[in-house]
């Protein structure tokens, strides 16, 4: 018997000294820092565009704004905060100072700021009443700073590299922990505008410095990337790493499509942000209240960005008062809610799931590990097999229309497409449901409902597969909130109007159908003849909405009641962000009282992708 005993024992301790000896997968390829896993696990946060174009009406300001305009009545970080949290967002980002220069924090480098302005007598600090809302409230904090700043007299030249960098340091050495330095490369002044030559290096030398934990967004991080467009949607491909040698922010990025989808193999760890307005400008507009996006839209916005392997910044302006609007609010309430529901119930929980293939035959890399609800453990395969297999057996028939993935990213991101089947009783065999690429941090599917018991999802890997977790949900299909269309504009009627210019069909942009537009030589003038004259307040310009298309950019406007003498009542103006952002521009004409006009003329200056021609989707005159 004790030979027997010390047998088993010995048999024992090798057996367990085997597994325990099992290594784990060596990483493939680039690899995210410590940094960027922690951010990638933030998933949700807020972004906050507040400052002066939030009483102009602009998306962009030009810097030649009077301060005194900044003056909001009842600014609340605190509620901003308390909203965020309840949101379910863990961090908010600020524009702490955008494209006109306006500093939200009385900055010693620069007199358009919040100092001079009549918002608590110039005595207020929006960047410290926030930082300290987000530390109450247990949400990290973030700080947007355009380097484009229209109101600086050292813009345009090699002194204001140094002035921005100095303003970074104070900005990140005065406020507390920052969790994201958001950069855009922003320099958009136009062809005759001001040059300036951006010193990356020297910016992100001044964050490194203040915030060695700190994750730089721009086109090309280094932290993360911008991922294309402002729609909200992130690849359907989404590799988190790119090719960032030779590019830069701005007009030095890679194309878009590549951005959205990032490049397998890259050289860099640039995992994609998404960020997208609950608006459809990033700036509160009256105008705009009743345009907040529907708890349908955000739920789709979730599926494209954090189901694409992609954090989302969803942006939430605060009105004149400084407050999240009521409307903003609720439907934010309303989305958490949605998706509460939708994740509530894992259906996998409890059910049997059997690997073809598992690591060294360990339990430390089991299939067991997918059930467990921690990120650091994780089922793996041997090296040499690529197109492993899970089966997972419900135990019984479920009803379900989502399946969630997620790969454990600090051995970095491995597959590159899987495929699931479920089993069909009346064919007793497996049957396709879906398929898909990329994975990354998170990956959710949708499908129509189906009912079975058993799925199976075989995986095509670069190296072998490093699943964390596997989900199965069902999902309601719609949630209340609507958004409707803004009526505030009354339209002036197409059925009469005449293209004077250019020779062409007049229903592609009068046909309320956005997909339909003409395609104008860019030295040709848009010239609408409406039949007769009509007291006009502005018109309304549809882009082709699609980013960094061959849409107008900068553009004079002309009108006339006779087709003859014509008054200029816009000159060199811009259609604020609508690269990235092409949506309808609504551009007021006459503030005051509207006049007697009967011909329009649109006159392109400049157009958003540097093409020959330009593309009007839609023109309609309030």
């Known amino acids: 018997m004790k ?80 909203t965020a949290k309840a949101a379910g967002m863990k961090g908010i980002i600020i524009t702490a100072k955008h494209h006109d220069g306006f500093c939200l924090w009385p900055s010693k480098y620069s007199t358009h700021t919040v100092r001079e302005s009549l918002w608590k007598d110039g005595k207020g600090d929006i960047l410290k009443e926030l930082s300290e809302a987000c530390r109450e409230y247990g949400l990290k904090f973030g700080v947007y700073l355009s380097p484009w700043d229209q109101n600086h007299p050292q813009y345009g030249t090699p002194e204001y590299n140094q002035v921005f960098s100095n303003t970074l340091d ?68 989404n590799w988190s790493t790119l090719n960032i040698k030779g590019f830069g922010p701005g007009h030095d990025a890679p194309p878009v499509e590549v951005l959205n989808a990032g490049v397998q193999g890259g050289e860099a760890w640039v995992p994609a942000e998404t960020d997208v307005s609950i608006r459809p400008g990033w700036f509160y507009s009256p105008a705009t209240d009743d345009k907040v996006k529907s708890v349908d839209k955000l739920m789709d916005i979730y599926y494209t960005s954090i189901g694409r392997n992609s954090n989302l910044l969803l942006n939430v302006p605060p009105d004149r008062r400084g407050r999240i609007h009521p409307t903003d609010s609720t439907r934010l309430m309303e989305f958490r809610k949605a998706v509460d529901e939708s994740f509530a119930n894992d259906l996998i929980d409890g059910a049997n799931i059997t690997a073809s293939n598992i690591r060294g035959n360990s339990t430390k890399f089991s299939e067991a590990n997918l059930l467990d609800d921690n990120y650091d453990t994780y089922w793996t395969t041997e090296d040499n097999d690529l197109t492993p297999s899970l089966e997972i057996d419900l135990k019984q028939k479920q009803n379900f ?48 409902t189906i009912s079975t018991q058993k799925l199976k999802v075989s995986f095509t890997g670069l190296a072998c597969p490093v699943i964390s977790k596997v989900s199965i949900y069902n999902a309601p299909e719609q949630f209340s909130g609507v958004e409707s269309a803004n009526t505030d504009l009354k339209f002036i009627n197409s059925s009469k109007w005449k293209l004077i ?118 023109i309609k005159v309030f």
């Open 3 to 82: 030979t027997n005993f010390s047998f088993l024992f010995l048999f024992s301790f090798l057996l367990f000294y085997g597994c325990a000896q099992v290594d784990a997968p060596k990483p493939y390829g680039v690899i995210p820092s410590t940094d960027q896993v922690n951010w990638q696990q933030m998933e949700y946060y807020m972004f906050v565009h507040f400052g002066p174009n939030t009483f102009t009406n602009v998306e962009w300001g030009d810097g030649k704004e009077d301060p005194k305009v900044f003056n909001p009545t009842d600014v609340d970080c605190r509620q901003w905060a308390a």
């Open 170 to 237: 104070e900005v990140l050495s005065g406020y507390g922990e920052v969790f994201e330095q958001w950069f855009d490369g922003a320099n958009g002044e136009g062809k005759d505008g001001k040059k300036q030559v951006y010193d990356w290096d020297l910016f992100h030398n001044t964050v490194y410095r203040n915030q060695p934990h700190a994750i730089i967004f721009s086109d090309v991080g280094p932290g993360c990337r911008w991922m294309g467009n402002e729609r909200g949607v992130a690849g359907e491909t």
């Open 401 to 448: 229309n989502r399946l969630l993935l997620q790969e454990y990213i600090p051995l970095g991101q491995r597959v590159s497409s899987f495929e699931v089947k479920y089993w069909d009783d009346t064919k007793n065999d497996w049957a396709d449901l879906t398929k898909a690429t990329t994975i990354g941090y998170k990956r959710i599917l949708r499908f129509p």
């Open 501 to 618: 210019s250019p020779t062409a069909d007049l229903s592609k942009i009068t046909d309320n159908d956005n997909t339909t537009y003409l395609e104008i030589d860019k030295n040709i003038p848009l010239v609408v003849d409406m039949g007769e004259v009509f007291k006009v307040k502005g018109f309304s310009y549809v882009p082709l909405n699609k980013v960094q298309s061959s849409n107008i950019l900068r553009y004079n406007i002309y009108v006339s009641e006779n087709g003859k003498d014509w008054k200029q009542v816009k000159n060199n103006a811009i259609f604020n962000n609508i690269a990235n952002n092409p949506v309808v521009q609504d551009i007021t004409l006459f503030a005051d009282n509207p006049e007697s006009v009967r011909y329009l003329k649109l006159e392109p200056i400049e157009i958003a992708d540097s093409g020959n021609k330009y593309f009007v989707a839609g």
